[in-house]
């Protein structure tokens, strides 16, 4: 390309509609005159913001890398091609200098500014390919892992609103008292809370967990052995890395919290489903004759039909445990919003075999988006799972840390609890006048007694994504109880319905639009 053609070829491509052009006398002067000052017909999209010494920056850019400015090509000089463009010279020296900066072109002393070479450095052939496991379906890039996560997510675009199931009412966090705290923390402006945290997490905190947990959840520990992460999703990761490998299974509740399944699979562990009955998980002769690495139960409250796991189970649990060298991951994510009766204890604090990984959330007590939770260890894992900790995520929220432990410390944590409990029970009353008003005796309702949210049962002929989506449509979100559970045959019916975040006087409202959404499907 020769000097007329480079500036010809920028010449039909900026655009001055909007952009400053400096004073000038060239082709440029005269196109304006004859009333170009329209973008041009092949100016770039997104040029008419654009100032002149951006865009023939792009578009020498581009031509480098179409090659339709060669290396070792000479480019005229900036005040020539600032004539020919009838533009100030300072633009062309931007956009040469940005140009020379980036490497595109490169200036000789005496000589000028030449096309430098940028063509890429040789790729060796390689020796040895693998072939990649990709996606079985062969629609996508992603590998076979990737597409199975996809595939089979549980999470839903919508987050909050009627009847959202596992969310509490977030509103009613003390933003007063948390602002204070967290501004206290602030104002110290201590370098320590800015920077990454430890592993383990801040020091303060665990301590308050540790506190908690014996007192409230029977829980076995010090504060050594408490460890935060940013949730359940990430202690599960965490310990399944540790203690795990590649190809060993793990028993999952079956149906069971989707994504604990999503990350057991994404590590490449085999999920293998457990029923459950009345008692919690119901293992089979033939589940017994093969231990797995891992089991993953909730039994306090399982997730999503919410019965409490017996004590024989328990028992017979941790001894297999202990027996087989096998590790409970024990989920004990919303057991503080127990309506009737006191909570119960902990599987942790049964255990005297050190075989139980203890996992809690502040999602459920203080709002999800805080992204803290807890992981208690045995005393002789604590020091191996902060290192994995930081080496694996450099957790950081260190400040969030320092204001939970305050909040928990001064007393606030357990009078938001208290106030919530009575708050929930309160809203679950009025869901199930709702569903009695509409259904009468004709529908069952499990979970009702604790938690943030009841199963509405179905009759196995309903489909209860269907009614999902077109409850979605009329603006109630609602989960389908069949896709809690590994394999859709066999998979009970239902609807997942969250009461917690639904303010008490939209209860009613929310449940007739539902309730409408429902009744065709019966009949
Ligand atoms: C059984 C169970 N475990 C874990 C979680 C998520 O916990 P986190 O927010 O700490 O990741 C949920 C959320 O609904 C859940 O239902």
Request: glycine share 8%; hydrophobic share 40%; aromatic share 8%.
């Amino acid at each position: 390309m020769k000097l007329a053609s480079l500036s010809d070829y920028l010449l039909l491509r900026i655009n001055r509609s909007s952009a400053k052009a400096a004073p000038g006398k060239g082709k440029a002067a005269a196109s304006r005159e004859s009333g170009a000052a329209k973008a041009p017909k092949n100016a770039k999209p997104g040029s008419e913001r654009m100032p002149v010494n951006r865009q023939i920056y792009q578009l020498i850019r581009e031509a480098i890398l179409a090659h339709t400015l060669p290396a070792g090509m000479q480019l005229p000089s900036s005040r020539d091609l600032a004539l020919e463009l009838g533009t100030s010279r300072n633009t062309v020296t931007y956009a040469y200098e940005q140009l020379l900066a980036e490497g595109y072109l490169e200036s000789r002393t005496g000589a000028g500014t030449f096309v430098a070479d940028t063509a890429p450095d040789q790729i060796p052939e390689a020796v040895e390919r693998k072939e990649p496991l990709t996606d079985p379906s062969g629609k996508s890039e992603l590998s076979a892992r990737g597409a199975l996560l996809t595939r089979q997510a549980g999470v839903g675009e919508r987050q909050w609103g009627a009847f959202m199931p596992g969310v509490p009412d977030v509103t009613c966090v003390p933003h007063k008292i948390w602002g204070r705290l967290q501004n206290k923390h602030w104002r110290r402006s201590n370098s320590d809370l800015l920077t990454y945290g430890p592993g383990a997490g801040y020091a303060g905190l665990r301590e308050q967990i540790a506190e908690y947990l014996r007192v409230a959840r029977s829980v076995n520990c010090t504060p050594s052995q408490v460890l935060i992460t940013t949730g359940i999703h990430q202690s599960i990761d965490i310990v399944v890395k540790l203690l795990g490998e590649h190809g060993d299974t793990a028993w999952v509740e079956d149906p069971c919290y989707w994504g604990t399944r999503s990350v057991l699979n994404s590590l490449g562990i085999q999920s293998v489903p457990i029923a459950v009955d009345q008692e919690g998980m119901r293992m089979r002769l033939a589940n017994l004759r093969r231990p797995p690495r891992f089991i993953c139960t909730t039994p306090s409250h399982q997730y999503p039909l919410g019965m409490v796991m017996s004590l024989s189970r328990r028992r017979m649990l941790l001894e297999y445990a202990a027996t087989h060298k096998v590790w409970i991951i024990e989920d004990d994510y919303d057991s503080e919003f127990r309506y009737g009766g006191r909570p119960l204890a902990s599987l942790q604090g049964m255990d005297t075999q050190d075989r139980v990984l203890y996992m809690g959330t502040f999602s459920k007590i203080m709002f999800p988006g805080l992204r803290i939770g807890f992981l208690v260890v045995p005393e002789s894992l604590a020091k191996a799972f902060a290192t994995g900790i930081a080496e694996l995520y450099r957790n950081g929220q260190v400040f969030l840390q320092a204001t939970l432990a305050d909040f928990m410390a001064e007393g606030h944590f357990a009078s938001h609890i208290r106030k919530m409990r009575v708050l929930y029970a309160e809203r679950l009353r009025l869901l199930q006048q709702s569903i009695n008003r509409h259904f009468g005796e004709k529908m069952t309702i499990t979970g009702g007694e604790a938690g943030l949210h009841l199963v509405l049962g179905l009759p196995q002929e309903c489909d209860d994504v269907l009614i999902c989506e077109e409850a979605l449509a009329a603006g109630i979100v609602v989960r389908p109880l069949s896709r809690y559970y590994m394999h859709a045959r066999g998979a009970r019916r239902g609807l997942l319905l969250g009461y917690a975040s639904v303010p008490n006087e939209e209860i009613a409202r929310a449940f007739d639009k539902l309730a409408a959404v429902i009744k065709p499907h019966l009949a």
